[in-house]
């Protein structure tokens, strides 16, 4: 079972932008509903956006109006885009289905500061 793997992550000043990117694989992950989660300091694991295979998007309210979840089955990637970032949106990023079916990965670690 392959894990999904995630990159993207930086230092950014609050208001600044970062994308990220999940790469999956295989057939079963173009179909998928795919979850970006973040894990802030601290805190539990929390979904923050996912997209369906069909396209269908859904964020949390917190997420609304600043990210975008949208994916490029050519390349298996599900991207993030955070705009608007605010020291709230530290913590780590990870991906995988919604819900959770898979083991997780590494994530990618976004930090807000300055």
């Known amino acids: 079972q392959e894990q999904l793997v995630e990159s993207g992550g930086g230092l950014v000043q609050p208001g600044g932008s970062l994308r990220l990117s999940c790469v999956g694989s295989g057939e079963f992950f173009k179909i998928a509903t795919i979850g970006w989660y973040h894990q802030a300091p601290g805190k539990q694991r929390e979904l923050v956006a996912r997209i369906s295979g069909g396209g269908l998007t859904n964020y949390v309210d917190s997420a609304t109006g600043r990210f975008t979840i949208f994916r490029d089955d050519a390349k298996n990637t599900v991207y993030l885009q955070m705009d608007g970032l605010g020291y709230e949106d530290t913590g780590v990023y990870y991906c995988?289905?919604?819900?959770?079916?898979?083991?997780w990965g590494r994530g990618t670690q976004v930090t807000v500061s300055g």
């Open positions: 995988n289905t919604s819900p959770v079916l898979r083991s």
